[in-house]
């Protein structure tokens, strides 16, 4: 395969990965008639956070990014390469955008075909979209993305400063990093951190049959999609000044 070819295979894997795991143990707590029904919240977290661990290493050839924020802090900041043998350009990066939101509209759809049963026996509307994408507990577009910009800039920082460390950690400690997140700073807004995350799985809740599903929340949709975009910029900048 081509390097296009290569970064769009790895990256739309890897990222399904991660949306099917991840929506997949909110679905778990959330929806009526599972295993995990109404289990705390630190399933979600450590959920999440393995299915970062998982993701990573289905797309480590093309520098596991999964997540438009890493690909974007690579670009503005001192790398030369998004991964080896992947030079950093405008193909390349539009390469990892795309692969990126489609792998979380996909592994959204893989999540509701698990679950589809439990999705037919929930009422609750507003549970069933919290399973694909992420809504703030108290809606202050201008607070939750400050929690939005904050969260993102803690993962891209930290990501970007084991780098320059011999520990060696990978995948582990990113999603190590990706619980602590959730369990700290992710009770305003659920913590999405990772536009492709949040806007893939909207899409697919939107063109699923959803058995009485309700409204998409396209008015905060913007808030998970910009945050992290200036959270990463933000992160990117600082490495430069730390």
């Known amino acids: 395969m081509g390097i296009i070819e290569t970064i769009l295979v790895h990256e ?38 393995l299915a970062v661990f998982g993701g990573v290493y289905v797309a480590y050839d093309t520098g596991a990014h999964i997540n438009p924020a890493v690909t974007i802090a690579l670009l503005i900041g001192p790398a030369k390469e998004y991964a080896d043998g992947i030079p950093i350009n405008f193909a390349t990066t539009m390469a990892y955008f795309v692969a990126e939101f489609v792998g979380g509209f996909l592994g959204a759809i893989a999540c509701y075909l698990a679950y589809k049963k439990q999705y037919d026996e929930t009422e609750d509307g507003a549970a069933k979209l919290a399973t694909f994408s992420t809504g703030p507990q108290i809606r202050s577009y201008g607070w939750n993305l400050v929690t939005e910009i904050i969260g993102t800039f803690v993962l891209i920082f930290v990501i970007i400063m084991f780098g320059h460390t011999p520990s060696g950690l990978g995948p582990l400690g990113v999603s190590l990093l990706v619980v602590s997140i959730g369990a700290s700073l992710g009770g305003p807004t659920g913590y999405a951190i990772n536009p492709a995350r949040d806007l893939g799985p909207r899409i697919a809740h939107a063109v699923l049959p959803i058995k009485n599903k309700g409204p998409n929340d396209w008015s905060y949709a913007w808030v998970p999609v910009v945050g992290p975009v200036i959270g990463s910029v933000l992160a990117a900048l600082a490495v430069y000044v730390y």
Do not use: P, Q, R
């Open 12 to 49: 739309i894997a890897g990222t399904a990965f991660l949306t099917l795991l991840g929506c997949g143990v909110v679905a778990n707590v959330l929806l009526n008639k599972t295993n995990g029904h109404g289990s705390d919240g630190i399933v979600i977290f450590f959920g999440w956070g």
